[in-house]
């Protein structure tokens, strides 16, 4: 009877690790921090709204984590605050929009381009052992369109953020957080050389004539 008990229980335990295996650990894959100080080329001289959907800000998304289980976070929930400062230091003032055709919001804030992003994510870990991932990549699909609707820029800006365990093991979202660090560097890099957008770059040195 006994060693029917051991056999039970190491069945049970079998059981409750099967079943903890492939769980969503939730993680938050942005931060206020993870936006990059302010570009030191002249800001564009327009006002930007950039479109988030009530929808997607509770869409949750899972991707794969180490030992078999998986991450779950809200990228665009996470990635609102950032985006906007990320905008503010490119753009002279950054307005959030919940529809590219809000006329009152559009027309208050006097826009000159809607800024549609779409984001997709990526993980993996090396670790058999560990949940939280070691690789990371964030790509936002960054579309810019003028009052009218016709697309100005059209760019994907992607960011990888790497973590090991020694690294990751006081904050389970470091690569995560850091493929968004990278996203947003390269975003504002992107929009602030944009030829598109009218940016105006920091002048360069006149060429000194040589006398003959």
Partial sequence: MRAWFTFAARCA??????ALTGCAHPIL???????PPAADAKKVDKNVG??????LLTKEVITPGG????????????????????????FANATKLKTADDRAAIDKAQLSYILTPEITTDSASDS???????????????????????VVLKKVITGQGNAEFSEFKSN??????????????????????????????PA???????AR
């Fill in 13 to 18: 335990a079998l059981a409750a690790l099967v």
């Fill in 172 to 201: 389970f979202s470091l690569s995560a957080q850091r493929a968004s660090e990278e996203m947003l560097k390269n975003l504002q890099k992107t929009l602030s050389e944009a030829p598109e957008l009218g940016a105006l770059l």
């Fill in 29 to 35: 894959i942005a931060t206020e921090k993870s936006v």
């Fill in 67 to 90: 030992g078999g289980d998986k991450v779950s976070y809200l990228p665009y929930r996470d990635l609102e605050l950032p985006l906007y400062s990320t905008l503010s230091n490119v």
């Fill in 128 to 150: 058999a052992l560990t949940w939280p991932p070691t690789r990371f990549t964030v790509n936002l699909t960054c579309t810019v369109t003028d009052l009218s609707g016709k």
């Fill in 204 to 210: 360069q040195p006149a060429a000194v004539a040589t």
């Fill in 50 to 55: 950039f479109v988030i959907p009530d929808a």
